[in-house]
């Protein structure tokens, strides 16, 4: 069998195996005595209008609507009624054609990648911190997946390591604001000079160099703080969404990719990611749930709870004495380690069931990330739980 | 962008551009006006139990059970109604660890594929006529794909052929009974067979050799057929298995990989199958179809209603004149072109309004595939069409 999947397998995503870890060690000591900061499955319930369009769909339609094949790239009204709920939002003027319904973010990134990349000199780049299955996703592909370092000081697009690391093989650049997991959100001035910065470099180079927006957390933001809508400011912008957290769907697998006019080659890259669809055996995004995004596409679950969430345990931890980034948006918090290896941290944090991912897989040393989708109980019964660790680093 | 990927994109399958033609042609001519037997979109009903089961599943349950992210393998009690559902249908002992929740057949066929498959010389083989997508799927994972030539009189498996065609190179051979296109049934005899043959190609590669059985049609059967259960004939058995067609919820991409402890490095391959669905960005199966499925994998749809149509329109065709191959399951009726070449006989159709599918994608010229998963009415009225088609060949 092919060794290299043999490995994927084996060697799971750390946070789908501390999320495993944590299932057991729920089991053993009960819910609530286990603070599992581990995954991001949002906590905050969906809008309403979710459960109620599904009961709505499956009584008043007949169940080839309901249930039946869509075409590949998804039912036409659902697409209509994203791309006009993104023509609110964005001032734009998206059509059906533009939108290409999917199995989620996931799916989204893994089809964009598959439809760009031609061989294994192709690169695709992420900016660290950056959220650990794109190398999976990217190397699944055979193309060279490359880290731009991070920027420790504003978790932002540090542009010095960018022009190390770019090269004439560069295809795509990966984009996730609200970050996952630095909970940051690029400022729209780092947006232009990326902006800038790349037009430049397609010149230099001869050929398009694509923005690939991840924005699963779009609408998870704090603060007035605005994400910016990158399409507007590069042409070359596929975007890949998905519904899983601005909805509290994460397990339907629900998303679109959106490929805008402005795009180069826009036409035939949508074409080549329906290709890679069909290679991936994606026949169609899940029919119920495309439905339910053709009535639902406008709301949002209840933003506030996550907001009151993050001043709970960014307050509650930086009063203990931790250093945390301040999360502008999404729900995470990024948080310094105690010591150098932030596996030996997690391992440390696990004796007081504190169950939090080290941050050597988003390309960075040092920091822990805690999703904090969780409970305000959860939040509030673990600070005690936080002190003790912070305590036992002093003995 | 890869060329490869904007062919398959861009040359859809014949069956979903045949699909999306009759949708135009329907909103010109009006729905009863069109007799497409395109798309193997099932024309019964759900049973009553899946529509249930989602009301009842999202009325009792909270939203991050219904609605969150399961283990990547799928819901534990999910993955233990599906073993024990098997164990009462064939006297087997499957546990839970020998099943894999996927997004549907071609989700699971393209999962084992790139489990299996190590480099571009490996090949995998289908036996003619076949379901067209295998080769994108297989293709797709970069491995050779290889067509067993059809047996034309018994539409089983032709060992004369299958033995030019197997090389050191097979890892693998699909096998798909009921059968899409042909609609025969695999012989327990035939079965037999081939598990010796493939044993003695074992030995002598000295590697395994799996079949992987594509079964998504295994309880639509007629009139005592029996479909064997291929894991209790052959070892090296994995099973491709997906509830669109038995439960009727082809939009809702919801199946399984079946990896029986037979099998030769089970745990192993299952493990590679999981790296490979995190390869492709399969992050879960659909978590509320999950959890529909636990309640209702012991139901089917109501078989008798494709029995009826199988009868409709095998007999008004052969009265007509027409020569088909007779329906032992599934929902396709394979008919003989009434000119050689296929594509142009399907074009002849369609000036009649009648949709069919060229067999020359499925691997055997001058035949047509005919989906009778259509209302009885469609079938009725489409025999006029079909006797002026066929008369418009004598002149």
Known sequence: MNKDMLKLGSNRSIIRELFEFSKLKKAELGEDKVYDFSLGNPSVPPAECINESIKDIITNNNDTYSHGYTSAQGDNNVRDAIANDLNKRYNTSYKKENIY??????????????????SSADEILAIAPYFTEYKVFVE???????????????????????????????????VNSPNNPSGVVYTKENLIKLSSFLNEKEKEYNHPIYIICDEPYREIVYEG?????????????????????????????????????????????????????????????????????????????DMNEYK??????????????????????????????????????MERAKQFNIIVVPSDNFGVKGYVRLAYCVSDTTIKNSLPAFKALFDSYKK
């Open 101 to 118: 319904m999917t199995c989620g973010a996931a799916a989204s990134l893994c089809i964009t990648f598959k439809a760009l990349v031609e």
């Open 140 to 174: 699944g592909t055979g193309a060279t997946f490359k880290v731009v370092p991070a920027d420790l000081d504003t978790f932002n697009i540090n542009f010095d390591e960018l022009a190390k690391v770019i090269t004439k093989n560069t295809k795509a650049i990966i």
């Open 225 to 301: 703080n605005v994400v910016s809508h990158i399409p507007s400011l590069y042409d070359n912008t596929i975007v890949c969404y998905s519904y899983s957290k601005s909805l509290s769907l994460p397990g339907e697998r629900i998303g679109y990719i959106l490929i805008p006019d402005k795009c180069f080659d826009s036409k035939d890259l949508y074409l080549a990611c329906l290709g890679a669809g069909r290679a991936y055996g994606y026949v169609c995004a899940p029919s119920l749930f495309q439905h339910v995004i053709e009535k639902c596409a406008t709301y949002t679950s």
């Open 308 to 345: 009151k969430n993050r001043d709970l345990i960014y307050n509650g931890l930086t009063n203990i004495g931790y250093t945390c980034v301040q999360p502008q948006g999404a729900f995470y918090l990024f948080m310094k380690s105690l010591e150098d290896d932030a596996y030996k941290f």
